[in-house]
């Protein structure tokens, strides 16, 4: 069983930045690949970005790439989605999300994938 806790978001501007954080209850959260989805008022939830086991391998949505980065501390079961030039496209809910995956599933952009969810933070950006 694994609970998710994210926080950081908020208001930005377009070309600023943020930091969000995601806290992982669990002892094997070292084991889980974690995602990062979004959901946009009348929109689906999309994916954004995630990352394996071991932190080395990462898949982002075409759209972030360059300007997301996905990590994650393991010491401090913790997962981060750095954003920095923000675009008010990118204003969502955004949601972490943990998969119980081998070592090389890290390529996983389905929610159907993931079986734990946050409860989800909000960021806007403004133009």
């Known amino acids: 069983q694994v609970q998710l806790v994210e926080s950081g978001g908020g208001l930005v501007q377009a070309g600023g930045s943020l930091r969000l954080s995601c806290a992982a209850s669990?002892?094997?959260?070292?084991?889980?690949?974690m995602g990062w989805f979004r959901q946009a008022p009348g929109k689906e939830r999309e994916f954004v970005a995630a990352?394996?086991?071991?932190?080395?391998?990462?898949y982002y949505k075409d759209s972030v790439k360059g300007r997301f980065t996905i990590s994650r501390d393991s010491a401090k079961n913790t997962v981060y989605l750095q954003m920095n030039s923000l675009k008010p496209e990118d204003t969502a809910i955004y949601y972490c999300a943990a998969a119980m995956a081998s070592y090389s599933d890290y390529r996983l952009s389905s929610p159907n994938e993931y079986g734990y969810w946050g409860q989800g933070t909000q960021v806007t950006v403004s133009s």
């Open positions: 669990g002892r094997t959260f070292s084991r889980y690949t």
């Open positions: 990352i394996g086991w071991s932190g080395r391998n990462t």
